[in-house]
């Protein structure tokens, strides 16, 4: 009888306990960084030509996109199609690119290159995994017919959009 | 010997970097303090050397223009810094607003620079 009675005072006891929660709150805001990893260098492998390739001693720009929450940003890359800066050109320009992703963060982001679109001189991923992605981006400019480019500085700038979707 | 070159080396290309940052990706229109126009508020943060204006645009779903105000639609900021800026927009074109949109501005004296332009829009 007299263990009845300690057992259910245990059980009373033990219900009015007080419980205090303490919250913890968090919030985890979706962000887009772009970060200029590598700029780009126009090698001069024949007088008619530039090329950030390596090959044509060139340096290829490379850009990162940081993205903290996935599926929330498309990635637009363009790559030139005209000098920022050039000495006076009287004759046409041919222009050429190609991006490729070059490094991923994550293995969920090995599908990137295959799903990217291609239209005009823009290349679109959907960046689908949280992390961070970068982009190698060739351009190559051929000069009129065979013609040489005239002496000077040239610039030409690769476009990194990243759009909320 | 090797490895500690390396790693300066690595951590000398990091610091390389430079970044663009826009913030929030959804923001939302409230009413301001005049009749018909409604304001957000919306964070630019500067960590790259090579750039110190940003240029602010707003479009509709087809990338048309829609007409806004602001303080500055061409911020300076410098590098390391961090500028809010409120964008105002009337109330009878917060239906059609869907991209709100910071564009990097190299200056010409200083090109050719990285000779990367970043853009980066977030959606009404």
């Known amino acids: 009888m007299l263990r009845l009675i300690a057992a259910l005072a245990v059980v009373a006891g033990s219900t009015t ?149 | 010997m090797k490895k500690i070159v390396t790693a300066v080396v690595a951590a000398l290309m990091a610091t390389t970097a430079h970044a663009h940052e826009w913030t929030p990706t959804y923001p939302k229109f409230e009413p301001s303090f005049m009749d018909g126009i409604v304001v957000t508020t919306m964070e630019l943060f500067n960590k790259r050397s090579d750039i110190e204006y940003y240029e602010i645009t707003v479009h509709d779903e087809g990338w048309n223009p829609v007409p806004f105000a602001t303080t500055a639609k061409l911020m300076y900021v410098p590098y390391l810094g961090k500028e809010s800026v409120e964008i105002y927009i009337r109330e009878a074109d917060c239906d059609r607003i869907e991209y709100i949109c910071t564009t990097s501005k190299q200056l010409e004296l200083n090109a050719p620079g990285s000779g990367v332009d970043s853009r980066i829009c977030s959606k009404v």
Do not use: H
Not at chain 1, 44 to 62: E, I
Not at chain 1, 98 to 111: I, L, N, P, R, Y
């Open chain 1, 17 to 165: 306990a007080n419980a205090e929660s303490v919250p913890i709150t968090g919030n985890v805001s979706s962000k887009c960084s772009i970060y200029t990893s590598v700029a780009g260098v126009y090698g001069n492998p024949t007088p008619d030509a530039l090329s950030t390739d390596p090959v044509d001693g060139g340096v290829d720009p490379v850009v990162r996109f940081d993205v903290t929450a996935a599926d929330y940003y498309i990635a637009k890359i363009s790559w030139p199609n005209s000098f920022a800066s050039a000495p006076s050109l009287d004759d046409a320009l041919a222009w050429d690119g190609e991006v490729t992703v070059s490094q991923t963060s994550d293995t969920g982001m090995a599908g990137y290159e295959a799903a990217k679109i291609e239209y005009d001189n823009v290349t679109e991923y959907d960046l689908t995994v949280a992390g961070s992605t970068w982009f190698q981006i060739e351009s190559s400019v051929d000069y009129g017919y065979g013609k040489s480019f005239p002496g000077g500085q040239y610039s030409a700038n690769v476009t990194a959009e990243c759009i909320a979707s």
